[in-house]
C-alpha cells in the first residue's frame, strides 16, 4: 500500500467485528481511516510504503547524527548536506562517512527499519536554521507490521462502535469520530515498541 493509504480494507474489520450487510459500509471506511491516522500521530511513523524513491530536506540538531523518516532499503538512498547554508550548495556525502541505524536493519532480532544516520567520518552535518540536510530514499515499511495492524482493527472496532455509546465521544479529526490510542490500553501496549519522536523538517 502506498504512503498515507488506510492499513485496513473494509472487508477485513468487516470480518473482524463479525458485520454482515453493506448498510455500515461509510461507518466502516470511517472507522479504518481515522484509526490509521491516528496510530500514526502517536507513533510519529507511517507504516506503508512510498513505493518510489524520493528526497526529503531535514533540519539537523546535532552535527553528528540525525532522525529522519523510516526508510526500508538501501536501493536509491543518497545523503547529501548544503555546505553553502543558501539552500544551493548540495554536497553528496560519501558512503564511508556515515551509517544506516539501526545497523543490519535489525531490533530486538526484528527486521526493522532505518531511521536514524549516524555521522563516522569526515563529514559533518550543518546545524542551522536552514533544512541542510537533504535524503534520498524509499520511504515507509516493507510490509506492515503484524501487531500494527492488530492494533488498526482494535482500534477501529473501538471506534465504530463508539457512536452508539453513552460515553459519547474521545475526540474527533477529519475523518468523524475516533477513539484516541491511550483509552485502549491492548492497543497501547501493540504499539509500545514502534513510538518514536517527531522528526524535525522544514
Not at 515507509?140 to 463508539?162: I, N, R
Not at 459519547?168 to 483509552?183: K, L, P
Request: include cysteine; aromatic fraction near 8%.
Amino acid at each position: 500500500m502506498a504512503l498515507g493509504a488506510d492499513y485496513l480494507t473494509r472487508e477485513e474489520l468487516k470480518a473482524y467485528m463479525s458485520l454482515e450487510g453493506d448498510d455500515q459500509d461509510d461507518n466502516v471506511d470511517e472507522a479504518i481511516s481515522s484509526a490509521s491516522r491516528e496510530i500514526e500521530r502517536h507513533c510519529h511513523r507511517q507504516f506503508n510504503d512510498s513505493e518510489a524513491v524520493t528526497t526529503r530536506v531535514y533540519k539537523a540538531k546535532r552535527c553528528d547524527e540525525i532522525a529522519v523518516d523510516d526508510f526500508w532499503t538501501t536501493d536509491g538512498f543518497k545523503l547529501e548536506v548544503d555546505t553553502m547554508g543558501d539552500g544551493t550548495g548540495w554536497t553528496e556525502v560519501p558512503a564511508s562517512d556515515y551509517q544506516l541505524s539501526p545497523l543490519n536493519r535489525m531490533r530486538d532480532g526484528v527486521d526493522w527499519v532505518y531511521w536514524k544516520i549516524e555521522m563516522v567520518g569526515n563529514t559533518s552535518l550543518p546545524v542551522s536554521r536552514r533544512a541542510c540536510v537533504r535524503v534520498t530514499a524509499q520511504w515507509g515499511w516493507e510490509t506492515l507490521p503484524k501487531d500494527v495492524k492488530q492494533a488498526v482493527k482494535m482500534l477501529a472496532s473501538d471506534t465504530f462502535q463508539v457512536k452508539d455509546s453513552r460515553m459519547g465521544v474521545a475526540g474527533s479529526d477529519q475523518f468523524g469520530t475516533i477513539v484516541r490510542v491511550r483509552s485502549n490500553s491492548l492497543v497501547e501496549a501493540k504499539l509500545k515498541h514502534f513510538v518514536r519522536e517527531k522528526v524535525l523538517v522544514a
